[in-house]
């Protein structure tokens, strides 16, 4: 069965740091990967996603993945942190060809000024 | 684009009551999914709709969960009756499935806040 393991629950860094979130996947063939944020009291909103391709994955506010198969691992990595990134992450993996996103259990991220 | 609109966005309620919730998706898209959120139990899947047909409901917890998609622009999730572990956050995502087979992303409303005391 699939599954998703985001092993940081609480993860704490200044402004300005560099951040990695870790996303590891059990699924035996290539999944499809995403990173979503919530905001407090907002919904989830679409970082960046991986189908195929490059395993460098550009997303949306500076973020970026990076798909690992050997490690089946999917991070989430930003150069500079800023204090509007403070917020819950979410890892999904997703069978190709069909619709039942797995998600992780989030990694809550504060930043400090 | 409105993005996927839902209300309420806060509901209180005492248990026993029906609560109603409501989701418009992304106007032409053609997939619709209820989500609930809980502390313990992280995201979970409830029920998907494809052209308005209930595709998948197996993770709708009981009977007392109910889900209809009446038109393409129109989903209901309700709960009757309510108990207090139904509190949660629900989200409604929908997305525009172009070729059956495939997988697409996902997009989220901003959820309805439940408390049912």
């Known amino acids: 069965a699939q599954s998703v393991t985001q092993p940081d629950i609480h993860i704490t860094v200044s402004e300005g740091a560099s951040l990695e979130l870790r996303c590891n996947y059990s699924y035996g063939a290539t999944p499809y990967l995403f990173w979503y944020v919530q905001s407090p009291g907002q919904g989830l909103q679409l970082l960046l996603k991986?189908?195929?391709?490059?395993?460098l994955v550009q997303g949306i506010k500076g973020f970026e993945a990076e798909f690992k198969r050997s490690q089946s691992s999917f991070n989430l990595r930003k150069p500079s942190v800023h204090w509007s990134d403070a917020a819950e992450y979410f890892c999904a993996v997703v069978r190709s060809g069909t619709y039942k996103y797995i998600f992780g259990t989030g990694t809550r991220l504060k930043v400090l000024a | 684009d409105a993005g996927v609109i839902q209300s309420p966005r806060h509901e209180v309620t005492e248990m026993g009551q029906e609560v109603t919730l409501r989701c418009k998706p992304i106007?032409?898209?053609?997939?619709l999914f209820w989500y609930r959120q809980t502390m313990m139990r992280g995201l979970e899947l409830l029920i998907y709709?494809?052209?308005?047909?209930?595709?998948?409901d197996s993770g709708m917890p009981e009977d007392r969960f109910s889900a209809k998609m009446p038109n393409a622009s129109f989903s209901t999730l309700k709960i009757q009756p309510s108990e207090p572990r139904d509190s949660a956050v629900y989200f409604c995502a929908s997305t525009l499935k172009v070729v059956k087979y495939s997988t697409d992303t996902q997009y989220f409303g901003p959820g309805t806040r439940l408390t049912v005391l």
């Open positions: 106007s032409g898209h053609n997939s």
């Open positions: 709709f494809n052209n308005n047909v209930p595709i998948d």
């Open positions: 991986y189908f195929s391709g490059d395993t």
